[in-house]
């Protein structure tokens, strides 16, 4: 078949290559893939700015959905021809203390699609049950390639953070992430979600206020500090999610909050952040990190989808095939593409 593979730690080293099929073993089903998400962090390790291990050679690809094509001896639970999608955590050891208090997803053996185990830019990829998860009858292949990001954001959201109904929630960073957690806010109950972006985010920021922004701004300065702040009672936001993830936005983030509020970092930043945190000290702030997810929250998310409380499909931007990765690598680097999906080919 063929893949992206990553296959050197350097910029650029990244192509199309003819890879064999995955071979199954019993607990695990063999997918064929119909959509996978360019993540912003496919981009990043591509051009190998990432701060993290790379298993090369490597098909890259974490963000999927697709078709059950066969199935281990010992699968009870699901068959051939069913339409799944699946969590990113390809292998973790399920018997140390984080694996036993579902806190898998830090396990120290935790091997990621994408990153240290074959992902599914490619038309086959191989998935143990324990992370499997049916389609809904209402969620469709498409927008369940989009999971994933959704449930980054309800994790950061919902299982780690206090928000409340009628709170004040600003959100830097207009990805597909920050999106979501603007359209999570909205679901939970928040008064005012307010996005932040740079001018080249005005589409997406557009996008944000169908997912319910109830107001967007393209830069940071003092006038959109005040507004945070004259908006309620002058102290700042309940919440600020760093969805962005560079040290400018936290800097963003540690001005905007409130005291005794809370700042949620999902975004990755490689490099020092340069100032002191002493601020959040003598505002008495809470930070709290968010890493992936895990299976209640896939279930979650999947009702939501299936209800149609949310329609990632207004998300996707730009379709392609696998062949033309670079291509939709640089409409995500360029801010041109929202959420851009791959499609295999034979």
């Not at 279930?299 to 207004?314: A, F, P, Q, V, Y």
Request: hydrophobic residues 40%.
């Amino acid at each position: 078949m063929k893949a992206v593979v990553k296959f050197d730690i350097k910029d650029g080293a990244t192509e199309l290559r003819e890879v064999p099929v995955p071979q199954i073993g019993p607990d695990d089903v063999l997918v064929r893939v119909e959509y996978t998400g360019i993540c912003g962090s496919d981009p990043h390790i591509h051009h190998n700015e990432v701060n993290y291990k790379i298993n090369v050679p490597v098909i890259l690809g974490h963000e999927f959905s697709g078709v059950i094509e066969e199935a281990g001896k010992n699968v009870k639970d699901f068959k051939v021809g069913e339409r799944v999608t699946a969590e990113t955590h390809a292998d973790y050891c399920g018997k140390c203390l984080l694996c036993r208090t579902n806190n898998y997803h830090l396990c120290r053996e935790r091997k990621g699609y994408g990153f240290h185990v074959d992902g599914a830019f490619a038309k086959y990829v191989k998935v143990p049950t324990r992370i499997l998860h049916r389609l809904p009858e209402n969620v469709t292949l498409k927008e369940a390639a989009l999971t994933e990001p959704f449930c980054v954001a309800y994790s950061s959201l919902v299982k780690h953070s206090n928000i409340k109904p009628g709170d004040l929630v600003v959100i830097i960073g207009p990805g597909a992430i920050g999106i979501l957690s603007a359209k999570v806010a909205s679901i939970m109950g928040a008064g005012d979600i307010v996005v932040i972006g740079t001018p080249e985010d005005k589409k997406r920021l557009e996008v944000a206020k169908e997912f319910g922004a109830t107001e967007v701004f393209t830069e940071f300065n003092e006038d959109v500090k005040r507004y945070v702040q004259d908006i309620r009672d002058g102290y700042g936001a309940d919440i600020v999610v760093d969805s962005a993830g560079v040290s400018e936005t936290f800097r963003m983030a540690m001005d905007l909050v409130r005291p005794a509020g809370q700042i949620n970092k999902i975004g990755w930043g490689p490099t020092p952040l340069g100032f002191s945190l002493d601020p959040l000290i003598s505002k008495a702030v809470t930070v709290n990190f968010t890493f992936s997810h895990n299976w209640d929250v896939w279930e979650k998310c999947l009702i939501l989808m299936n209800k149609k409380m949310i329609e990632l499909e207004k998300l996707v931007t730009h379709e392609l095939t696998i062949d033309h990765w670079e291509e939709g690598f640089k409409l995500v680097e360029s801010r041109e593409g929202l959420k851009v999906l791959l499609k295999p080919i034979d």
